[in-house]
C-alpha cells in the first residue's frame, strides 16, 4: 500500500481509539482526507478508478478486518446517483476529481425507528469539487442522495466509513419506507 494511504489510514485508527465521539472522530480526520484526495494521483490506482456501465462503482482501497473503518474509490459517470440512502456509521469523503453532488433530506419526525412512516423532508445541496471534504455522523442518520449531473464529467471520490459500509437503507421517499440493502464493492490489487 502507498505510504501517504497506509500513514492516512494509520492515524484514522489512532482517532478511533482517541475519541469516542463520532463529531470528533469526523472534525479530526477532516483535514487529513482534504490532504489525501489532493494527493490521490499518487496512489489511485487504475483498480481503484474503474467505473461501471450501469451504475456508480465502488472499489475497495481498505476494508479493516476489525470492521471499525472501510475506504472505498467511488467512481461516478456523468448521470449516477445514488438512491436516497443513510449510513449507519460515520464517515468522511474527499473528492478526487469532478463535481459530487450531495442532496440532502432530513426526518420531519425525528429519529427513525421504523421501516414505514418516515416522512422525509429535502433539505440543501452541496457542490464538492476536488479537495473538497464533507462529513456525517449517525444518530440521527445523515440521509442524502449522491451522484453526478449528466451535464457534468466523470467524479472520482474518497469514502471513508467507521465501519465495513456493505449495507445502507434506502428510501423510498413518496411512500415514506426504508429497506436495508447490500452495497456491493470491486475489491483492488
Ligand atoms: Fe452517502
Known amino acids: 500500500?502507498?505510504?501517504a494511504l497506509a500513514a492516512f489510514i494509520a492515524q484514522c485508527e489512532s482517532i478511533v481509539a482517541a475519541k469516542e465521539k463520532t463529531a470528533d472522530r469526523v472534525t479530526t480526520i477532516a483535514p487529513l482526507m482534504q490532504k489525501l484526495a489532493t494527493r490521490a494521483d499518487e496512489f489511485l490506482t487504475e483498480d481503484h478508478k474503474?467505473?461501471?456501465?450501469?451504475?456508480?462503482?465502488?472499489n475497495a482501497i481498505h476494508i479493516?478486518?476489525?470492521?471499525?473503518?472501510?475506504?472505498?474509490?467511488?467512481?461516478?459517470l456523468p448521470g449516477q446517483w445514488t438512491p436516497v440512502h443513510d449510513h449507519g456509521c460515520?464517515?468522511?469523503?474527499?473528492v478526487v476529481q469532478g463535481l459530487l453532488e450531495e442532496r440532502s433530506?432530513?426526518?420531519?419526525?425525528?429519529?427513525?425507528?421504523?421501516?414505514?412512516g418516515i416522512r422525509l423532508k429535502r433539505g440543501g445541496v452541496i457542490l464538492l469539487n476536488p479537495g473538497s471534504v464533507s462529513s456525517f455522523v449517525p444518530n440521527p442518520?445523515?440521509?442524502?442522495?449522491?451522484?453526478?449531473?449528466?451535464t457534468r464529467e466523470t467524479c472520482i471520490s474518497l469514502h471513508l466509513y467507521g465501519r465495513n459500509m456493505n449495507s445502507f437503507h434506502i428510501y423510498d421517499v413518496e411512500a415514506?419506507?426504508?429497506?436495508l440493502v447490500d452495497v456491493p464493492h470491486h475489491e483492488s490489487r
Open 1 to 3: 500500500m502507498h505510504e
Open 50 to 58: 474503474r467505473p461501471e456501465a450501469e451504475h456508480y462503482a465502488r
Open 64 to 76: 479493516a478486518p476489525s470492521g471499525n473503518l472501510s475506504l472505498f474509490a467511488l467512481v461516478w
Open 90 to 94: 460515520w464517515g468522511v469523503v474527499g
Open 105 to 116: 433530506y432530513m426526518s420531519a419526525t425525528g429519529d427513525i425507528a421504523a421501516d414505514s
Open 141 to 150: 442518520d445523515h440521509i442524502h442522495m449522491t451522484g453526478v449531473a449528466r
Open 176 to 179: 415514506g419506507t426504508r429497506r
